[in-house]
């Protein structure tokens, strides 16, 4: 495949950017988006020229780093998937692919495609912790029981990577529904209900500092997100928000 990639370049945060044209050549429909991307840095830095930076570590869409703005859509053109996932048969032979960084006030850019979202970690900080015992006298989980509906609804929480894809697809740029996942997960297993109150006003008060925008209600977020969260969790995290508050 030959293709013609339109790709951000930022030196840092304070410089303006601009969008720079690479073509590239040889790009098998086998390739993952990032292996495509290896090869033009590889070709670059043999011509002396800087590579383009770009955020990956698993590549298997577990961690979430590879986060990517690709033809104005969060991870890509597929669905259910993260941008490393995300192979080139995806894209026809002669396309023009944009590549860009997400982009919203609490992921700053810190170099080309890569952002800086330490933002979600200070909002998992602000949770909290359980109060279960973890260590020494621990008590079998199966001691306590769980109704499988619940369970299945934390699991399904619980597999929101933080990538920030709901961010950059969101024209709020809102995290709710990231936030949401994470409220969720521990609300509704009895193992988290001890700190309920204050997980949640902590997380919804650290979210609004970071400078995220509010939810539109669109939906867009649920149908771009690699892991497929559902809408319900933030409807729940609302429910959980309003009871911690009339609790003062």
């Given at each position: 495949m030959k293709?013609?990639?339109?790709?951000?370049?930022?030196?840092?945060?304070?410089?303006?950017?601009g969008i720079v044209e690479y073509p590239?050549?040889?790009?098998?429909?086998?390739?993952?988006?990032?292996?495509?991307?290896?090869?033009?840095?590889?070709?670059?830095?043999?011509?002396?020229?800087?590579?383009?930076?770009?955020?990956?570590?698993?590549?298997?869409?577990i961690c979430g780093m590879c986060s990517l703005f690709i033809n104005g859509?969060?991870?890509?053109?597929?669905?259910?998937?993260?941008?490393?996932?995300?192979?080139?048969?995806?894209?026809?032979?002669?396309?023009?692919?944009?590549?860009?960084p997400f982009r919203a006030k609490a992921f700053p850019v810190i170099k080309d495609l890569v952002v800086d979202r330490s933002s979600f970690d200070r909002i998992q900080h602000a949770g909290g912790f359980i109060s279960v015992n973890t260590s020494g006298n621990t008590i079998d989980a199966n001691t306590i029981p769980v109704p499988k509906d619940d369970a299945d609804k934390s699991f399904d929480a619980a597999a929101c990577i933080g990538c920030g894809a709901c961010v950059a697809t969101c024209k709020n740029s809102s995290a709710m529904l990231f936030v949401s996942a994470k409220v969720s997960q521990y609300a509704l297993l009895p193992q988290g209900k001890v700190e309920a109150t204050d997980r949640?006003?902590?997380?919804?008060?650290?979210?609004?500092l970071e400078g995220f925008g509010n939810c539109t209600n669109t939906g867009a977020c649920e149908i771009e997100c690699p892991?497929?969260?559902?809408?319900?969790?933030?409807?729940?995290?609302?429910?959980?928000?309003?009871?911690?508050?009339?609790?003062?």
């Open positions: 293709l013609t990639l339109k790709i951000w370049r930022q030196k840092n945060a304070q410089d303006k950017g590239i050549d040889g790009i098998e429909p086998d390739m993952s988006f990032l292996e495509m991307l290896d090869v033009l840095n590889e070709g670059l830095i043999n011509k002396g020229e800087e590579p383009v930076a770009f955020d990956h570590d698993c590549r298997e869409g859509e969060a991870h890509g053109p597929d669905r259910g998937v993260t941008t490393c996932q995300l192979h080139m048969r995806m894209f026809k032979d002669g396309d023009t692919i944009f590549i860009e949640v006003l902590n997380m919804v008060h650290q979210m609004d892991k497929g969260i559902s809408l319900e969790n933030i409807a729940r995290m609302n429910r959980e928000y309003l009871a911690a508050s009339l609790k003062g």
